[in-house]
């Protein structure tokens, strides 16, 4: 499976747009890329799925370049309930779900 | 929304004793999967279940543990002879399918062994 790198932690403050960029230097083809979020004590939850350039729904952004070596989770305007942790996936055909670290989001007043 | 249902939310039991955690995974969902979290550390896959056998189980998944789906609508995970460091929080999750569809996970159940 290939690998995807992002920053253990981001701190943010509230009302601020927040951008988490994850690598995947090894994509492969027929991967699509996708963000997890999970609050303490919750199970992850889906937030938002892609292939190529913009993907945008109620809930953030998701910016992949035409070489899709990297993907950028943004999050416009965080709020305190916004701090979790932020996990992206490569995924095409993939029955279990790695977790790696995430990104941990701590979002200020 | 249609959501996975866990239960119990927290499970306190005696070191050695037999637990059984209960998912009720969403209707038309055909895999399902538990996950354990131990405080502060990743999630981490246990076992993948499909058309009612495993198809796939991680190296945690030893022979204390088992799966069932003993009806139509249950999803259990098993654990025989439960250790202290069995305690953690353990998600079930389920999908349509495998490809790119979205894992709907479960609040969990925060198992506590004593």
């Known amino acids: 499976l290939a690998k995807t790198t992002q920053p253990i932690s981001m701190d943010s403050y509230e009302g601020q747009e927040v951008n988490i960029t994850c690598s995947h230097n090894?994509?492969?083809?027929?991967?699509?890329i996708t963000w997890y979020q999970q609050f303490p004590s919750q199970g992850p939850r889906f937030i938002i799925q892609?292939?190529?350039t913009k993907v945008t729904n109620e809930v953030a952004s998701l910016f992949i370049p035409a070489d899709r070596k990297s993907s950028t989770l943004s999050l416009p305007r965080v709020s305190l309930s916004d701090t979790a942790v932020y996990y992206c996936?490569?995924?095409?055909?993939?029955?279990?779900?790695?977790f790696g670290t995430g990104t941990r989001l701590q979002v200020f007043p | 929304e249609p959501e996975v249902t866990q239960t119990p939310s927290h499970q306190v039991t005696q070191m050695g004793q037999e637990v059984i955690l209960r998912c009720v995974p969403i209707?038309?969902?055909?895999?399902f999967y538990w996950y354990r979290q131990i405080l502060g550390q990743k999630v981490e896959f246990l076992v993948s279940?499909?058309?009612?056998?495993?198809?796939?189980k991680s190296e945690i998944f030893d022979d204390q543990f088992s799966v069932e789906r003993p009806d139509g609508s249950n999803f259990t995970l098993k654990i025989r002879s439960t250790k202290l460091e069995d305690s953690a929080m353990y998600f079930c999750?389920?999908?349509?399918?495998?490809?790119?569809?979205?894992?709907?996970f479960g609040q969990g159940t925060r198992l506590t062994v004593v």
């Open positions: 999750a389920s999908r349509t399918g495998l490809v790119n569809t979205e894992a709907f």
């Open positions: 090894n994509i492969a083809t027929n991967d699509y």
């Open positions: 892609g292939y190529k």
């Open positions: 996936f490569l995924s095409y055909n993939t029955d279990k779900l790695i």
């Open positions: 209707s038309n969902h055909l895999y």
């Open positions: 279940f499909y058309n009612n056998e495993i198809s796939e």
